[in-house]
């Protein structure tokens, strides 16, 4: 049954993928929108990798102040156990202070390589943000070309297709079936008028003096 499923959802999922791609065939701007999408997309990835590079740094920076101050501290108990002549203590402190100074140059390395590496980061951040920036007017251009280029089909299908023409064809034929009402009108009102008069000629005439 769960196989069943899985071939359904994928067969779903193959139909959806044709059906956009057909429609991105139809309309170029949606498969750049897509691709606009996905680039913002790792312009966020990006700028969390620059965030987490930061706190890197503040880590290095943080244990390498620690470990020259715990070196410093050594050296100069180190310094206090051989005036006292207290060997072992001054062992111990010479070892420990070796330790922090390895640790030191073993940080500094590592804090130099780290902001190496988020200059980098930080260069390429901006760089991908320019380039997204690029990409939303190269959008908006191409958008306001494709508003131009339906206007002039629209236009020129009114035009260039003899629909004008039929248009105003129309509009004369409906002023000459209305002048013909017109006309009608008035020879039925003088009909009316004429026949009026007559018949108040024939009435005058019956009536006696």
Known sequence: ??????????????DLHELMDQK????PITHLNQYIRECEQEVRNMKQLVEKQYTYKHEFTRELSQAKKMAAKRKRQAELAKEAEENELYQYATEEQQQFETRVNQLTELLDKTIAELEQLENKYVQMKHKLKDLYVKRMELKGRENVARAHKGMNKVLNSGLAEKTVSKFEE????????????KTDHRLHTLDARLAELEKNEATPN
Do not use: C, G
Not at 174 to 185: A, G, H, K, P, T
């Open 24 to 27: 991105e065939q139809k309309n």
């Open 174 to 185: 409906m002023e000459s079936y209305i002048e013909r009402l017109e006309n009608q009108v």
């Open 1 to 14: 049954m769960a196989n069943l499923f899985t071939r359904i959802k994928e067969t779903i999922q193959a």
